[in-house]
C-alpha cells in the first residue's frame, strides 16, 4: 500500500519516538484516540479550547505550560518572528505553532488556528501542532533544529504528522486530510485539508503501524473511520503482516533518553475520561465528530 522507503521511514520515526517520548517498550499508557464521549466528552462554551485542553492533557503536557489557541480569520502565509512553522504553502495555512522565549520565564507557545474549523479538524490541527511543541522538549531537538543544521522543513512537517499519530491521533488526521468540494455547477473533486503533510495512504499506515505496536485490533478503528478509508486500513495491515519480526523489536524498544519532565510522556497517557461528561447529549455530540456524521466544509486549507 505504500512504498517500502516509506515504510522504512515510519519504522525509524516510530524508533526515534520512542527513544525521546515513551517510558518504556510498548507504548504504555498511550491511546488510539476516537471520536467518542469516553474521549471528547461534551461541554457548553468555547469548543475549540475545550478541545485544545483535553488534546493537551491527552498528551501529557504539564498543567503549568503557557499555551496559547488563538483564533484567527486568516492565517498568516509569512514565517513569524520568534520561530513560527507555516503548514502550508496554500493561500492561507490551517494552523501554525510560534515559540517565544523568555528570560527565566516559561516560553509562551501560541498556536494560531482557523476558527470556522470543525471539530474533526480542530482535534486533528491542535494535535499537529502539540507535535511541534513536543519536538521542542526532545533532548536531541535543540542539535537539530539549528540554522545550517540541513534541517528539511517539508520532511520536518511530515515528521510532525508522524509524531502526531504516534502519540494516537491518526483517525483524526486520516479522517481530514481529504474533503470533497461540491461546486457551484455541480462538479466535485478531492482537495487537500487537514494539519500537516502527509499523504492520505501513509496516514492510514501509519495508524496501523501504531495499532499493530499496542496490538489493538483493526476492528477498533473501523467504525471511526470515514467508509472509503476501511479498505484503505485493511490493506495497511495485510502489508504489516509481512513485517512481523520488526513490529516486535520495535514493540520491544527501549526508551534510550528519559523524557523531560514538563513534556509529553506516553506512560502518563491514560485512557480514563479527561472530564465526566453527561450522559445526556452524549451521543449527538460524539456525532458532530463521527465521520458518519461529519459535515463537509471547505475553504483554503
Same mark, same amino acid.
Given at each position: @500500500?505504500?512504498?517500502p522507503?516509506?515504510?522504512?521511514?515510519?519504522?525509524?520515526?516510530?524508533?526515534?519516538?520512542?527513544?525521546?517520548?515513551?517510558?518504556?517498550?510498548?507504548?504504555?499508557?498511550?491511546?488510539?484516540?476516537?471520536?467518542?464521549?469516553?474521549?471528547?466528552?461534551?461541554?457548553?462554551?468555547?469548543?475549540a479550547?475545550? &478541545?485544545?485542553e483535553?488534546?493537551?492533557?491527552?498528551?501529557? +503536557?504539564?498543567?503549568?505550560?503557557?499555551?496559547?489557541?488563538?483564533?484567527?480569520?486568516?492565517?498568516?502565509?509569512?514565517p513569524?518572528?520568534?520561530?513560527?512553522?507555516?503548514?502550508?504553502?496554500?493561500?492561507?495555512?490551517?494552523?501554525?505553532?510560534?515559540? &517565544?522565549?523568555?528570560?527565566?520565564?516559561?516560553?509562551?507557545?501560541?498556536?494560531?488556528? =482557523?476558527?470556522? @474549523? #470543525?471539530?474533526?479538524?480542530?482535534?486533528?490541527?491542535?494535535?499537529?501542532?502539540?507535535?511541534h511543541?513536543?519536538?521542542?522538549?526532545?533532548?536531541?531537538?535543540?542539535?537539530?533544529?539549528?540554522?545550517?543544521? #540541513?534541517?528539511?522543513?517539508?520532511?520536518?512537517?511530515?515528521?510532525?504528522?508522524?509524531?502526531?499519530?504516534?502519540?494516537?491521533?491518526?483517525? +483524526?488526521?486520516?479522517?481530514?486530510?481529504?474533503d470533497?468540494?461540491?461546486?457551484?455547477?455541480?462538479?466535485a #473533486?478531492?482537495?487537500?485539508?487537514?494539519?500537516?503533510?502527509?499523504?492520505e495512504?501513509?496516514l492510514?499506515?501509519?495508524?496501523?503501524?501504531? @495499532?499493530? &505496536?499496542?496490538?489493538i485490533?483493526e476492528g477498533?478503528?473501523?467504525?471511526?473511520l470515514?467508509?472509503? &478509508?476501511?479498505?484503505?486500513?485493511?490493506?495497511? +495491515?495485510?502489508?504489516?503482516?509481512?513485517?512481523?519480526?520488526?513490529?516486535?523489536?520495535?514493540?520491544?524498544?527501549?526508551?534510550?533518553?528519559?523524557?523531560?519532565?514538563?513534556?509529553?510522556?506516553?506512560? =502518563?497517557?491514560?485512557?480514563?475520561?479527561?472530564?465526566?461528561?453527561?450522559e445526556?447529549?452524549?451521543?449527538?455530540?460524539?456525532a458532530?465528530?463521527?465521520?458518519? #456524521? @461529519?459535515?463537509?466544509?471547505?475553504?483554503?486549507?
Amino acid at each position: @500500500m505504500v512504498d517500502p522507503l516509506v515504510a522504512d521511514w515510519q519504522f525509524d520515526g516510530f524508533a526515534w519516538l520512542i527513544d525521546h517520548f515513551s517510558t518504556g517498550p510498548g507504548l504504555p499508557g498511550s491511546e488510539l484516540w476516537r471520536p467518542v464521549p469516553e474521549h471528547f466528552p461534551a461541554a457548553p462554551g468555547d469548543l475549540a479550547a475545550h &478541545l485544545f485542553e483535553i488534546v493537551r492533557r491527552q498528551y501529557g +503536557f504539564a498543567d503549568h505550560l503557557l499555551f496559547e489557541p488563538v483564533a484567527v480569520d486568516v492565517l498568516p502565509t509569512e514565517p513569524l518572528d520568534g520561530g513560527g512553522f507555516i503548514e502550508s504553502d496554500a493561500e492561507a495555512a490551517c494552523a501554525t505553532y510560534q515559540r &517565544l522565549d523568555r528570560d527565566g520565564l516559561p516560553p509562551r507557545e501560541l498556536i494560531y488556528y =482557523d476558527e470556522a @474549523m #470543525g471539530a474533526t479538524d480542530l482535534v486533528a490541527t491542535f494535535a499537529h501542532e502539540l507535535a511541534h511543541a513536543a519536538h521542542q522538549r526532545a533532548p536531541e531537538w535543540a542539535e537539530l533544529n539549528v540554522p545550517g543544521s #540541513g534541517l528539511d522543513l517539508e520532511l520536518y512537517e511530515l515528521f510532525t504528522d508522524l509524531t502526531a499519530v504516534y502519540f494516537g491521533y491518526g483517525l +483524526f488526521l486520516a479522517n481530514t486530510r481529504h474533503d470533497v468540494v461540491v461546486g457551484a455547477n455541480g462538479w466535485a #473533486g478531492a482537495d487537500v485539508f487537514g494539519a500537516g503533510y502527509l499523504p492520505e495512504n501513509d496516514l492510514v499506515f501509519a495508524t496501523a503501524l501504531f @495499532m499493530s &505496536l499496542k496490538g489493538i485490533p483493526e476492528g477498533a478503528a473501523v467504525p471511526h473511520l470515514k467508509p472509503r &478509508l476501511r479498505k484503505t486500513l485493511n490493506r495497511a +495491515f495485510r502489508q504489516l503482516d509481512r513485517e512481523r519480526d520488526r513490529i516486535r523489536r520495535l514493540r520491544a524498544r527501549r526508551p534510550a533518553h528519559g523524557p523531560d519532565p514538563d513534556g509529553p510522556r506516553l506512560g =502518563d497517557c491514560l485512557p480514563e475520561p479527561v472530564y465526566p461528561f453527561p450522559e445526556a447529549g452524549a451521543e449527538a455530540y460524539s456525532a458532530g465528530i463521527n465521520p458518519a #456524521g @461529519m459535515s463537509v466544509r471547505r475553504g483554503s486549507p
